[in-house]
T-cell receptor, first 114, second 114 residues
Framework: DGGITQSPKYLFRKEGQNVTLSCEQN?????MYWYRQDPGQGLRLIYY???????QKGDIAEGYSVSREKKESFPLTVTSAQKNPTAFYLC?????????????FGQGTRLTVV | AQSVTQPDIHITVSEGASLELRCNYS??????LFWYVQSPGQGLQLLLK??????LVQGIKGFEAEFKRSQSSFNLRKPSVHWSDAAEYFC????????????FGQGTILTVHP
């Protein structure tokens, strides 16, 4: 079945550590996105990539980094520079760019700083 | 700046009652518009989408939405709410000519009373 897989589902990070969240899609979508979700704040865009080896900062990119070496993969690294990383992280990929445009989401990764 | 606003943070309705969730957008041109639903701890599921043409869009689970250009709105409606509709609902918009940034509203939490 086609879809987006995020792993792990739960992740615990110690202060000062970098952690990487995985996002893989087999939908052959060009565009991929990372969102952070906090209660009452909706989904805020961290980074997005519209093509391999290229990506753009979203609204809250500070303290995060990404790479897009393959079409299928868009990992997100939460660095020690991110002061408040505890949140629910969602990855999405988008098809189309026309009438068929639709975003598909993974099941999310809940990151907790301990 | 492009933005999506959902004015209602929390709405409570009785089972069987009608429902309307509000969404307003601010974009340079008419964007692609979406409504998503999220159950606790899960990813997002697409309910419906609008690109052009008929301003009344039908979606899954008995939901519909009406695009009103003059009001920059895309409100979600359902004639009779079921207890299983309790969830968080997100309105989203994307640039009309490319993938661009998929921007979300803050979300509306729906509670359904028996």
């Amino acid at each position: 079945d086609g879809g987006i897989t995020q792993s792990p589902k739960y992740l615990f990070r110690k202060e000062g550590q970098n952690v990487t969240l995985s996002c893989e899609q087999n939908l052959n979508h060009d565009a991929m996105y990372w969102y952070r979700q906090d209660p009452g704040q909706g989904l805020r865009l961290i980074y997005y990539s519209q093509i391999v080896n290229d990506f753009q900062k979203g609204d809250i990119a500070e303290g995060y980094s990404v790479s897009r070496e393959k079409k299928e993969s868009f990992p997100l690294t939460v660095t020690s520079a991110q002061k408040n990383p505890t949140a629910f992280y969602l990855c999405a990929s988008i098809s189309g760019g026309n009438r068929n445009t639709e975003a598909f989401f993974g099941q999310g990764t809940r990151l907790t700083v301990v | 700046a492009q933005s999506v606003t959902q004015p209602d943070i929390h709405i409570t309705v009785s089972e069987g009652a009608s429902l309307e969730l509000r969404c307003n957008y601010s974009y340079g041109a008419t964007p692609y518009l979406f409504w998503y639903v999220q159950s606790p701890g899960q990813g997002l599921q697409l309910l419906l989408k609008y690109f052009s043409g008929d301003t009344l869009v039908q979606g899954i689970k008995g939901f519909e939405a009406e695009f009103k250009r003059s009001q920059s709105s895309f409100n979600l409606r359902k004639p009779s709410v079921h207890w299983s509709d309790a969830a968080e609902y997100f309105c989203a918009a994307a640039g009309g000519t490319s993938y661009g940034k998929l921007t979300f509203g803050q979300g509306t939490i729906l509670t359904v009373h028996p």
